[in-house]
C-alpha cells in the first residue's frame, strides 16, 4: 500500500508513550496529554451491555448497524440536533475515528480538495491521506486572537475542485465552539457548490461555556450533504469500546454500506445492543462533569496567565491550546523538557497543524489534583 508521508504516528499516543516509560520506572507523572474523560460509562449501560452477550447477541449482525440502536440515534438526532433524518441514514462505527475515515474514503476522488480547519484533530490529516492519497488539502487557520474562524481565509480557500469541508466543533484542541453565526456564514459560502459537509461533534455533551452547539446537518439546504458525525466514547466515558456514529447523505448509502460490508462486518454486536437505550438515561454525571470542566479552563487560563502565556479560555471539549512563544521554544522541545524536568505531559502544537509549531495542547479531562500539579510544573517550567 502506498503511505503518504502525512500519514505519521500520532503524536499524542507518542507522547503518552514516553509518560509511561517514567512511569514504569517509578516517576509520577502529571498526565495533560491525552482527551480521556476519567470516569467510566454508567453502570447501567455497563450491565445492559453484559445482559446482552448473556442473552446471545454474539453473531454476525448488520453491516450498518443494530436497526434498533440506529432508531435511537435517527430519534436523539431528530429531537436534539433538529437534523431530520431516521434509521437508515445511520451507519454505526467503530468510533467516531472510523466514521470519519469511511465519509472521507466514500467521497473522495484523485485531486479532490478537502478544506481542513487548523489547528485540527491530529487523525484528519492522515484519515484524507489514507482515504485518498492524491487528495488535496487546504488547510484554513482559526483566528489566533479567539480562534474563531477566518472567513476570508475560508472563502479563498473554496474552489470548483472542492469536495468537503472538515468542521469540528465543540473543537480539538482550541476549545473553541463554533457561533450560529459562524455556522450561518460557513452554510451560506458552501451551500449550491454540491460541497459535503462532515461534521465531527464528538464533544457535543462537553460543552461549558456560553454558546449552543449547533449541528449543520439541521440546516435544511445542505442537510443532504452533510455526515453527522459522533459517538459515545468522550460522553459516557467509553473510550475503549470503540462505537460511534454518523448520518450518511443519501447519495453515499451504497458507498458506506459496501465499505462496512467488507471492513467491519459489523460493530460488535452485545455492545451495540447494550446501547439502545443510552439518550435516555439520566445525564447528571455530564452536568457535574461539565461543571468540573468549566472550572478547569478558567483555572488554567488564569494561572498560565500569569505565567505570562496567552492562552484563549476553552468553552467546549477537554482541551486548552496555549501559546508558548513567549519562552521562545518550539512545541516539540517544549513538550520534551516539560516532561523531562517538571513529569509533565503535555502534546506539541505542530501535532495539530504545521503553522501551530509555537504552541502545546493541555487535556483537563482528568482529575482536579494532577492538573493542578500539572499546571504548576509548567509553571515552574517557564518561569
Ligand atoms: C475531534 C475528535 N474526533 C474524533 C475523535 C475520535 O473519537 P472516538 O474515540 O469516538 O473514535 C477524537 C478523539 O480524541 C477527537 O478528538
Not at 8 to 37: D, N
Not at 92 to 111: E, R
Not at 186 to 207: A, F, H
Amino acid at each position: 500500500m502506498f503511505i503518504s508521508k502525512e500519514v505519521q504516528p500520532s503524536a499524542t499516543l507518542k507522547f503518552s508513550q514516553k509518560a509511561r516509560e517514567k512511569v514504569s520506572k517509578g516517576e509520577v507523572i502529571y498526565s495533560l496529554g491525552l482527551g480521556e474523560p476519567d470516569f467510566n460509562p454508567p453502570l447501567e449501560i455497563v450491565e445492559s451491555v453484559y445482559e446482552a452477550a448473556k442473552k446471545g447477541f454474539n453473531k454476525y449482525g448488520n453491516s450498518m448497524g443494530l436497526d434498533s440502536l440506529r432508531s435511537h440515534i435517527a430519534q436523539k438526532l431528530q429531537k436534539e440536533n433538529k437534523i431530520l433524518c431516521e434509521k437508515d441514514d445511520i451507519c454505526i462505527t467503530f468510533g467516531a475515528k472510523q466514521a470519519l475515515v469511511l465519509a472521507l474514503m466514500a467521497i473522495l476522488h484523485p485531486g479532490d480538495e478537502v478544506i481542513n480547519i487548523s489547528p485540527c484533530y491530529v487523525s484528519y490529516v492522515p484519515q484524507i491521506k489514507i482515504a485518498e492519497p492524491q487528495a488535496v488539502i487546504k488547510n484554513v487557520d482559526l483566528c489566533r486572537k479567539d480562534f474563531s474562524l477566518d472567513f476570508d481565509a475560508f472563502e479563498a480557500a473554496v474552489t470548483a475542485k472542492t469536495k468537503c469541508i472538515i468542521l469540528n466543533s465543540p473543537n480539538n484542541p482550541s476549545g473553541k465552539v463554533f457561533t450560529r453565526s459562524e455556522f450561518d456564514r460557513v452554510i451560506s459560502l458552501i451551500s449550491d457548490r454540491g460541497i459535503y459537509l462532515i461534521s465531527d461533534e464528538i464533544y457535543e455533551y462537553l460543552n461549558f461555556g456560553d454558546c449552543d452547539t449547533v449541528s449543520p446537518g439541521s440546516y435544511r439546504d445542505i442537510a443532504d450533504r452533510v455526515f453527522t458525525i459522533n459517538g459515545f466514547s468522550k460522553s459516557f466515558g467509553m473510550t475503549g469500546w470503540r462505537i460511534g456514529y454518523m448520518t450518511v447523505p443519501p447519495d453515499q448509502r451504497k458507498n458506506i454500506n459496501t465499505l462496512v460490508q467488507h471492513i467491519n462486518t459489523n460493530v460488535t454486536s452485545f455492545i451495540q445492543k447494550g446501547l439502545v437505550g443510552i439518550y435516555d438515561i439520566d445525564r447528571s454525571f455530564l452536568s457535574n462533569y461539565n461543571l468540573h470542566l468549566r472550572k478547569m479552563a478558567g483555572y488554567i487560563a488564569g494561572e498560565l496567565d500569569t505565567a505570562g502565556l496567552k492562552v484563549v479560555e476553552p468553552q467546549g471539549g477537554l482541551f486548552c491550546f496555549v501559546d508558548v512563544s513567549a519562552i521562545g521554544l518550539k512545541s516539540d522541545a517544549f513538550a520534551t523538557a516539560l516532561l523531562e524536568e517538571q513529569n509533565v505531559a503535555v502534546t506539541p502544537g505542530i501535532a495539530f497543524g504545521d503553522n501551530w509549531d509555537d504552541y502545546v495542547r493541555i487535556s483537563f479531562a482528568g482529575k482536579e489534583e494532577e492538573i493542578v500539579s500539572g499546571i504548576e510544573g509548567i509553571k515552574k517550567f517557564v518561569l
